[in-house]
């Protein structure tokens, strides 16, 4: 059960697209179609905004997808927006009903 | 409202025990996994424990095998988390989780605090 590597921060300007990856293995990314993202803000729980590597949940804005390509799953905000600053999370099954997240990557809206 | 409270949390000598609560309210917490997470203040996110419909499969994060154990009783609409043998490192925010689908956690309560320190 070793946590998924994400970057530490990302950042970009209002408007622009950001996208962060979460590198896993052939026993949890790799392996499977859980994959799930969260938002973080501070002092709040977690909000998931993709399950099933590039679902939605409703409410969720359009400008969050996601994706998988072998062992790395990615997260990419489109029109970035002030609000959108936050921690995010990624997480993945990893087999015989356990599960693994990522380390967080905190986005940064300059 | 639909919504998840945890409760339970406190300040614990390491080798003690606690038992923590989550309420479900406006769902029917039957047709749910449940699952906890827990984060340490500043850190990130850590799976803990997962639990099926009725009770009959569990598993747990291998930090926490057979030191913690979940439960839940659908009928009183509560999930509960003993933690026995705590230790330093268990110190940390914990968070129940609704489960949509394999691992998607589309609700989550605000989280219980719990300190183990001596």
């Known amino acids: 059960q070793s946590a998924l590597t994400q970057p530490r921060s990302v950042s970009g300007s209002p408007g622009q697209s950001v996208t962060i990856s979460c590198t896993g293995s052939s026993s949890d990314i790799g392996g499977y179609k859980f994959v799930s993202w969260y938002q973080q803000r501070p002092g709040k729980a977690p909000k998931l905004i993709i399950y099933h590597v590039t679902e939605r949940p409703s409410g969720v804005p359009g400008r969050f997808s996601g994706s998988k390509s072998d062992n790395t799953a990615s997260l990419t905000v489109s029109g970035l927006q002030a609000e959108d600053e936050a921690d995010y999370y990624c997480c993945a099954y990893a087999g015989d009903f356990t599960w693994v997240f990522g380390g967080g990557t905190k986005l940064t809206v300059l | ?118």
Not at chain 2, 38 to 58: A, N
Not at chain 2, 94 to 106: E, F, K, V
């Open chain 2, 1 to 118: 409202e639909v919504q998840l409270e945890e409760s339970g949390g406190g300040l614990v000598q390491p080798g003690g025990s606690l038992r923590l609560s989550c309420a479900a309210s406006g769902f029917t917490l039957g047709d749910h996994w449940m699952f906890w997470v827990r984060q340490v203040p500043g850190k990130g996110l850590e799976w803990v424990s997962r639990i099926d419909h009725y009770g009959s499969s569990t598993t747990y994060a291998d930090s926490v095998r057979g030191r913690f154990t979940i439960s839940r009783d659908n009928a009183k609409k509560t999930v509960f988390l003993q933690m026995s043998s705590l230790r330093v490192e268990d110190t940390a925010v914990y968070y129940c989780a609704r489960d949509i689908n394999w691992g998607s956690l589309d609700l989550w309560g605000h989280g219980t605090l719990v300190i183990v320190s001596s």
